[in-house]
């Protein structure tokens, strides 16, 4: 173990100087002086957020599978690769909107933000013991074979249930169930975007993912499992959510590597990737023909190029913009919107269906004083960071980085010292971090995370009242 550490560790300061020269290539001498502030200010991000994951590996040995390693991948990749890239081919326009003046400043507040982060992991400013749970009966360890088949029953009634409801949704948006069951090759989808009245059922999508992997990971029911697994897989292609279909993919080889504590090889990272990337390419080459009700189709003549394998990635990578503009609106143009973004999850909670004239989310607003109506139109969004900093400024930049380094912190812990439960739960979560980082949308994220972990509650819930009875 300590030879694959050292190992480990030298191809990460590989990596780490590898990438060091795309950052340098980077550079050309027609940049204009915002432009040449930019670069500079990117350099500067790369060589101390980077250096940062370097000493975490050497220092800490930093997993793969760690909350950290996830959450910094696409911290790196939203504010350096992609603002870099963007940089170079004179792309920095979002939704009509030059962006480039705010992004010296946006940079330097990234930096700032994620120096925070790291200290709220790593450092020793500690709220609780890091692995706070730890302490957990011995008795919530499921070891029982008849209790480890009840519970995996629970979860298949878990499954079917959602599987229904998230049925439910998709016709209700139009869909019938031959355009589902045909994956959109036959019968048809009536597009009306006015219906949203059972749009919350959607929520039950991420809960589906849960059940099925507690199903999938328990032993026995192999031809239950194997049409769960088709059925699951139908509805995310029809839902077209990558996000979901990221969680559904990633989770059992979270699970299957930290229950072992073991490391995939490069060439398994590599070619699970590719495999990925292919997966969520296609469904964003269809994402039109889905939404408008049409057959999907290949990919035609534009085949697997490095631009259309990261093309699903783009709107998320891109939010970079919208943090860019919003550091010269707020709060120049704009008051700090102090917490409001995440106060309306009192207000998300209530369905719409029970309450039609509900407050759309704050969110919308603070993206189009960010930017323009037509960002707010077309969905834009902005990183986690974003409305740290539209709600309380800089300072909410530092304090809340801080405070998500230290929630993550807690998240490694269900991994360290895991009972069944826990592990599943971490492989669920690990994921569900895509969201946390590339969607600053606090409410949407809360629920999105409780609908995930509605499984485990609903089970530790029935678990409790039976010993009771008992």
């Known amino acids: 173990m300590h030879k694959n550490k ?3 560790s030298v191809v990460c300061l590989f990596a780490y100087l590898l990438f060091g020269f795309f ?22 991000a790369y060589v ?16 793969l599978f760690e909350p950290f390693t996830f959450a910094s991948l696409w911290y790196l990749a939203i504010f350096i ?17 030059s962006v480039v003046s705010g992004g010296a400043k946006a940079t330097i507040l990234f930096t700032l933000g994620y120096i925070c982060f790291y200290l709220g992991y790593y450092g020793k400013f500690r709220l609780g013991n890091s692995r706070a749970y730890r302490e957990y009966d011995t008795e919530d360890q499921v070891s029982p074979v008849t209790e480890t088949y009840s519970r995996s029953n629970m979860a298949l009634i878990g499954w079917g249930i959602s599987f229904v409801l998230v049925l439910i949704c998709l016709i209700s948006q139009g869909a019938s169930l031959s355009y589902i069951f045909s994956l959109a ?21 991420i809960t589906l993912v849960s059940c099925w992997m507690m199903v999938l990971v328990r032993p026995g029911k192999r031809a239950i499992k194997i049409i769960i697994t088709i059925l699951s897989v139908i509805y995310l292609i029809m839902r077209n959510g990558r996000w979901l279909l990221m969680v559904f993919v990633f989770a059992p080889f979270v699970y299957y590597y930290t229950k072992r504590k073991t490391r995939p090889n490069l060439l398994l990272i590599l070619g699970g990737g590719f495999a990925l990337l292919t997966v969520f390419a296609w469904m964003q080459y269809n994402r039109a023909n889905i939404a408008l009700g049409r057959q999907m189709v290949g990919f035609g003549d534009n085949w697997l190029t490095l631009k259309v394998l990261l093309s699903p990635f783009d ?10 503009n919003m550091v010269t609106r707020f709060p120049s143009a ?12 009192i207000v998300l909670f209530v369905p719409r269906v029970l309450w039609p004239g509900k407050p759309d989310n704050p969110v919308r607003d603070m993206i189009e004083h960010s930017m323009n109506n037509l960002a707010r139109i077309s969905g834009s969004a902005v990183a986690n960071i974003g409305e740290f900093y539209a ?12 405070i998500f380094g230290k929630i993550i912190l807690k998240l490694k812990a269900l991994y360290e010292e895991p009972t069944e439960e826990r592990l599943i739960a971490y492989s669920v979560l690990y994921p569900l971090l895509f969201q946390w980082v590339a969607r600053g949308n606090f409410s949407g994220n809360f629920y999105v995370t409780i609908f995930a972990m509605l499984p485990f509650i609903v089970e530790w819930f029935v678990h409790r009242m039976g010993r009771r009875r008992v």
Request: proline share 2%.
């Open 6 to 8: 050292n190992v480990g």
């Open 23 to 44: 950052v340098i290539n980077q550079y050309k001498s027609g940049y204009n002086t915002e432009e040449l502030n930019l670069y500079w200010a990117l350099v500067g």
């Open 48 to 63: 101390i957020c980077g250096a940062l994951i370097v000493v975490a590996k050497f220092k800490h040995d930093l997993y």
């Open 81 to 97: 690769y992609r603002p870099l890239q963007d940089l170079y081919d004179n792309n920095l326009i979002g939704n009509g909107v």
């Open 185 to 205: 090759s036959s019968g048809e989808k009536v597009v009306d975007e006015s219906n949203v009245a059972l749009l919350f059922l959607s929520n039950f999508g």
């Open 315 to 324: 709107s998320d990578f891109s939010t970079y913009k919208v943090f860019y």
């Open 334 to 345: 704009y008051p700090y919107m102090f917490g409001t973004t995440f106060l309306y999850t």
């Open 391 to 402: 709600n309380f400024g800089i300072v909410g930049v530092l304090v809340f980085m801080f």
